[in-house]
């Protein structure tokens, strides 16, 4: 079942068109990325869905219905720019910020315990804001968008601000809320989170949706069995052994060594086009 759809979504900035009759589709319980170059459309999309802002056309489905303003309980969003109080407490913004999605005084103490042991944050719950790193405030906004195990998280360029262990911490932990049963939807520019995290993605481009499905089907589709061989050896040998079986596009040359583009007709392997040059060359 689809748990969040965006249908023929519509939006107008002044002259500029930010959206354009863009679709959606996210299953329930998949982690789904939405891409796309700067300006593309993402954040309006978001912020939608958010209820931020309104669409001029089109229509957001819920849970199977169309989304009503009280469903904004029922979904964990991390915006873009970060907005917490600087001059707030952090122990005391995060209880404050989970009594204002309805947890009580104790459940969110007790959550913000098990989050804040988790992150190994627990030293930061009585200094200001202002005195956190930006990737140590937006810790602190993670940990406050999921505390109330909404059933949709929405994340907003997530990793940005982190540096590669955090991030790293980060993903590991968007894969367990799934894990729990969320419905995650990110919006990135790093594609390794791409590989690693998502079931499904949709790219955007100039407000239009240009690509959008499983990743592994679309890994498939574009697959184009182009295989980058470095290797140190005589060039023209090896171009000559390859011709015979496969389609050599190109070979280029930087520092002595050498990389040969070849085209991997369906029936052939990896291993039969490496056994027939495994004893001319150095494979790098
Ligand atoms: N409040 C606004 N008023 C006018 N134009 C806007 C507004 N918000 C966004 N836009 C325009 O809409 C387009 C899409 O912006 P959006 O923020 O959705 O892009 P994005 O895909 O999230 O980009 P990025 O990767 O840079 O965050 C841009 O051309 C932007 O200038």
New binding site residues.
Partial sequence: MMFLEAKQVVKK??N?L??NEVNLQVPENSIYGLL????????????IINQI?GPDSGEIIFNGRPLKSEDVHRIGYLP?ERGLYKKMKVGEQAVYLARMKGLSRNDALKKLKYWFEKFEIQPWWDKKVEELSKGMQQKIQFVVTVLHDPKLLIF??PFSGFDPINANILKQEILKLKENGATILF?T?NMGSVEELCDHITL?NQ?KTILTGQIDDIRQSYKDNLIKLDFAGDRELIQTKLSDSFKVEKIEQINGLHTAYVKMPDETTINQMISTVINDVEIQ
């Fill in positions: 900035y002044a500029h930010a959206l796309g170059p700067n300006g593309a459309g993402k954040t309006t999309l978001i912020r802002t873009e907003d360029e919006s520019h955007i407000s």
